[in-house]
Nanobody, 121 residues
Framework: QVQLVESGGGLVQPGGSLRLSCAAS????????MGWYRQAAGKQRELVAT???????NYADSVKGRFTISRDNAKNTVSLQMNSLKPEDTAVYYC???????????????WGQGTQVTVSS
């Protein structure tokens, strides 16, 4: 059974930094993309950043230049370094593994349980 476990959320002041980490465990053959989404109160879940197995990345315009995604394909982990945080970054952040293959059955999309990030003075 595949699980995604996140860590690193918390409370930080505006302008501060946080690092989120996510580890996928279980029988995993490959993962097409790993990334982070977020959902603020009363809003839809949105893409923050994703990294494909080949190394290319995609960022939301609102986080470009402030957030950096990194991934270890061998360890099935993904991290998000968040700098210059703003109050509008406050949300629950979810780790995502897109088109994950376990070696049997169709590829599937998996989500972590979410970790709260609050940016406030």
């Amino acid at each position: 059974q595949v699980q995604l476990v996140e860590s690193g959320g918390g409370l930080v002041q505006p302008g501060g930094s946080l690092r989120l980490s996510c580890a996928a465990s279980g029988t995993i053959v490959s993962i097409y993309a790993m990334g982070w989404y977020r959902q603020a109160a009363g809003k839809q879940r949105e893409l923050v950043a994703t990294m494909y197995s080949g190394g290319s990345t995609n960022y939301a315009d609102s986080v470009k230049g402030r957030f950096t995604i990194s991934r270890d394909n061998a360890k099935n982990t993904v991290s998000l370094q968040m700098n210059s945080l703003k109050p509008e970054d406050t949300a629950v952040y979810y780790c995502n593994a897109d088109r994950l293959s376990t070696g049997w059955g169709p590829r599937r999309n998996y989500w972590g349980q979410g970790t709260q990030v609050t940016v406030s003075s």
